[in-house]
């Protein structure tokens, strides 16, 4: 989504842009994630005291946060920079960066949808977190209180009112907040191929082949090299997701970057239409009603590349979606299912690599947007047809900057 994001804005612009993506549009973690446009998700995960968790992510098999002791080894790197950022500055930073790429979500998806005719795939209509007690809702009332002070509007709903506003809701979550600048992408791999057609019809060009490496010449990008043969370029995107991070030192930077993988279970015939996504916060689960079916996504798994999923973890997603909605604990309601795993390109600090490169002048990053890819793409392309305009970005990009890890390590 970020790729294709950026090449529809460089294309806006009068470039001629060539996307090259072995799988094809919109078959990475954009493929099955939710698609929840999530303006509201400004927070990084490491926050002070995160380190007294860690002993669960590495003990509790099937916890929303899992860490394979046999990757702990490589992960170190990550970790240290992870519990680096764990600190009120990097917090504050963190969060109004990641408010930066998520505010403009609407107005920055505009005109790509609509030139995309995609329109019907995106719906602003909030959304629902629900609560089983009155002090699960209040233990995140600080977090909504900063939110507000940032613009981003949340309803604290009367008792019951989320099963009038749901009404598929099992009657315990009798707590909710309506969060109403939020919205909903109801098939983001829909949309990435709805994208890429766009831009093949505008002139540009998707190719099915993966990059290998870059040739340069006096500190530029002159050609992005393919087993297929070399194309040349004048300037040069990188937005291959979870799998940037050796491109990305091929262009000077060494980006800690983890494949964070998350799952998906989604019952395929479901009688459930839920008007917009719920997510119950508590269990770390995401509902919502896609055009292929009801989907519940979450989990955060960090092991070797490579290693199979692990199915558990969809159905333990299943389960508690059975247990926000009683109707799909009647037999046979579950039946028709599929699951999924997807790598969320994550960084320690929350925030993508997002900038030019250090090894050469005509080379972007653009990769490592976490959990917020999909709400952040839009604007993500913004910035990088700025950049590669030589203009000044309309946010500020310190804090995305691809060497931020290289120059902390080196200042110590
Ligand atoms: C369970 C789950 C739930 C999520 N929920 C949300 C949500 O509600 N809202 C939200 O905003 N985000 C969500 N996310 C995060 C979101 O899915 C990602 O941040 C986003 O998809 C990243 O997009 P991307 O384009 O950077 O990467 P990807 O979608 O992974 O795309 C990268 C592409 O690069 C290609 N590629 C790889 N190597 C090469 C190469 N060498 N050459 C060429 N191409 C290459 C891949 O084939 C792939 O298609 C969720 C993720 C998961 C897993």
């Not at 019907?120 to 009332?141: D, F, I, K, N, P």
């Not at 969060?179 to 109801?186: C, I, L, R």
């Not at 983890?258 to 009688?271: C, D, F, I, K, L």
Request: charged share 20%.
């Amino acid at each position: 989504m970020v790729g294709l994001a950026s090449a529809l804005a460089l294309q806006a612009e009068g470039h001629k842009v060539t996307v090259l993506d072995p799988k094809g549009p919109g078959e990475g973690a954009t493929m099955g994630n939710p698609g929840g446009l999530s303006l509201s998700s400004i927070f990084p995960t490491a926050v002070p005291g995160i380190h007294r968790q860690m002993p669960g992510w590495l003990l509790d098999p099937l916890g929303p946060l899992k860490i394979r002791w046999s990757h702990l080894p490589a992960l170190a790197p990550w970790l240290w920079h992870f519990l680096r950022a764990a600190n009120p500055a990097q917090v504050a930073r963190a969060t109004a960066a990641l408010h930066a790429l998520t505010a403009p979500a609407r107005e920055a998806y505009a005109p790509l949808l609509a030139r995309a005719g995609a329109q019907r795939l995106v719906q602003w209509r909030g959304h629902l977190m629900v609560y089983r007690s009155a002090e699960a809702m209040a233990a995140e009332a600080a977090g909504w209180r900063k939110r507000a002070a940032l613009g981003i509007a949340a309803e604290d709903l009367p008792l019951d009112a989320p099963r009038a506003m749901e009404p598929a809701l099992d009657p315990a979550y009798r707590w909710g907040r309506f969060v109403p600048g939020n919205g909903h992408v109801s098939d983001p791999r829909a949309l990435a191929r709805l994208f890429a057609e766009a831009l093949v019809r505008d002139g540009g060009a998707f190719l099915p082949r993966g990059a290998t490496g870059f040739a340069l010449e006096g500190g530029r990008v002159t050609a992005v090299k393919t087993p297929q043969g070399d194309l040349p370029c004048d300037a040069v995107v990188l937005a291959a997701g979870s799998a940037s991070a050796p491109l990305a030192r091929q262009l000077g930077d060494k980006v800690p970057l983890e494949a964070e993988r998350g799952y998906h279970a989604e019952v395929s015939e479901s009688e459930i239409e839920l008007k917009r996504p719920v997510f119950a916060t508590g269990e770390k689960i995401f509902a919502a009603s896609m055009e292929t079916g009801l989907r519940f996504a979450g989990t955060a798994e960090f092991a070797r590349p490579g290693t199979p999923p692990d199915w558990r973890r969809a159905e333990g997603l299943l389960a508690l979606g059975q247990r926000l909605f009683p109707a799909l604990r009647e037999p046979g309601a579950v039946e028709h299912r599929t699951r999924w795993m997807g790598l969320r390109p994550g960084t320690p600090d929350s925030l993508p690599a997002l900038g030019p490169a250090s090894g050469a002048r005509n080379a972007v990053h653009a990769f490592g947007h976490g959990h917020i890819g999909i709400t952040g793409a839009a604007m993500t392309g913004r910035v990088v047809a700025a950049l590669i305009a030589g203009r000044p970005s309309s946010v500020p990009l310190a804090p995305y900057h691809p060497a931020r890890f290289q120059r902390r390590v080196s200042s110590d």
